[in-house]
């Protein structure tokens, strides 16, 4: 009997804990958001230091060079596409205006086929406006990276730098510190793996929308193009939240086989890269179910808004890798596949 009550107590406290947990997580959004930001680059980051160090720079000049790095891309960014947000979000409401507009013309031709759609339900909980919305909302809380640059960047300092010199720490605080660090260490290659791989895809991604888009004409190609980078870390539905906007402003602004062409460029794009080139070099191991993929997706948005989307992934696979790295745990890992 008492090891019954003592097991419902510890389910019940860690229920009430995770509740605590992430109510005061959702409250403080806004400091959470660039502490995550900055473990994530920070993850991103440590294979470049390690490399460095093995090669024998100065931890000084090899954390000066990466934040360096650092800068030009965040500049080019805002060189490239922080102006070009702006500029979309003050025309929302223009395209807001010709996208009802064409939606209503649209329901005045099927209605003359025979087909009333005006009445109908399917009209009112689905409103192409809202897909616009959610893109001007996703962009607004990216911009928040440009304005947290300076705390962001010297958090990512700050981890590097311990980063640095943690494993003559581990050398000094025990005597065996492989056997020690073993299970921390496959924890930390399959992380870095994992990020370093679906970078360099997202980047492929990003790039190829925004050339895509440029080519037909669509306006605000580079905004596509980074919203394409940053979804393609959701997996399955990413690429295709990423879409919708761009092929809605295509279809304003150039009309239906402009907007087609940008609907093949996108399948295309998550056919080669999501289908063919991440499975093949990344493995299946890596990869999360749809489910647990929009389950991460709607949690971490609510607790942490647009930022929580982007990175709903990342943190969902460090979780599972880090239980693939336990037997004991190996079993959750593998069901979240």
Known sequence: MDVKVSKISVILIATASFIVVVAGMRAAASLVNPFLLSIFFAILFSPPLFWLQRKGVPDGLAISLIVLVFLVVMFLLVVFVGGSVNSFVQQLPTYQE???TLTASSLDWLAGLGLDLSSSSLTDLFSPGKAMKMAASLLTGLTGLFANLFFILLIVIFILLEASGFPQKLQEAFHDPERTMGPFRTFMEGVNRY???????????GITVWLWLAVLGVDFAPTWGMIAFFLNFVPNIGSII?????VLLALIQLGVPSALLACLGYALVNI???NILEPKFMGRGLGLSTLVVFISLVFWGWVL?????VLSIPLTMIVKIALATDEDTLWIAILLE
Do not use: E, N
């Open 195 to 205: 990020f370093a791989l679906k970078t360099v895809f997202s980047l492929v991604t």
């Open 98 to 100: 010709r996208l009802s």
């Open 272 to 274: 080669v890269v999501g």
């Open 242 to 246: 990423a879409a919708i906007p761009a």
């Open 305 to 309: 808004g647009p930022i929580g989307m």
